[in-house]
């Protein structure tokens, strides 16, 4: 019987997290797409029994892209991003997400499980596609649920808004 398992890691997937800026002086700030350049997944998909588990380097997050500032990222904005996310918001947690439940849903699947950040777990759910011979999903998160204080910045006119976007995009033909 052929194995459907898949292992999943910066040099064959994507793993990114989506900033959005809120507050009043969001116009300075950017939307952030950050790329996870140190995990690791082992990614099962057969049918009932489907499962997913997931480890990240909290400290491996690169900035990517910004958008929608009033200028474009520096590579000093950069480096000062990264430092805030290891330094104020992360601080070097480990992550990790295993899977408790996978159910066949229309183009992919409907997963429920627990993601951990550091010593917060909590329950999260989404769904991944597989459409197209990719696996794709977005996993909406509220910082504050893990603990996690959003940043902000210039005495609070710009903040990183709660909620953020995990998003995974990987061939598995």
């Known amino acids: 019987m052929p194995s459907n398992i898949h292992v999943l890691g ?44 997931m480890q990240a380097d909290s400290s491996s997050l690169q900035v990517r892209e910004g958008h929608n500032g009033l ?7 950069r480096d ?19 899977s408790t439940s996978m159910e ?10 627990d993601l951990s950040i550091g010593d917060q777990t909590k329950p999260v759910s989404f769904h991944l596609s597989t459409e ?18 959003p940043f902000s910045a210039m005495m609070g006119a710009l903040k990183v808004r709660d909620q953020i976007e995990i998003v995974v995009d990987a ?3």
Request: hydrophobic fraction near 35%.
């Open 132 to 149: 197209g011979g990719r696996l794709q999903g977005t996993v909406p998160l509220v910082q504050r649920d893990f603990g996690i204080k």
């Open 104 to 113: 066949p849903a229309g183009d992919g699947y409907d997963v429920q499980g």
């Open 10 to 53: 910066p040099d064959n997937a994507a793993l990114q997290v989506k900033t959005y800026r809120e507050g009043m002086a969001q116009k300075v700030g950017h939307d952030l797409v950050i790329d996870v350049t140190s995990w690791e997944a082992s990614v099962d998909l057969d049918g009932s029994d489907s499962s997913i588990l």
């Open 71 to 77: 200028k474009p990222l520096s590579d000093k904005d």
């Open 171 to 173: 061939p598995i033909a």
């Open 80 to 98: 000062d991003i990264r430092n805030n996310i290891d330094n104020k918001v992360l601080k070097g947690q480990q992550i990790k997400f295993r």
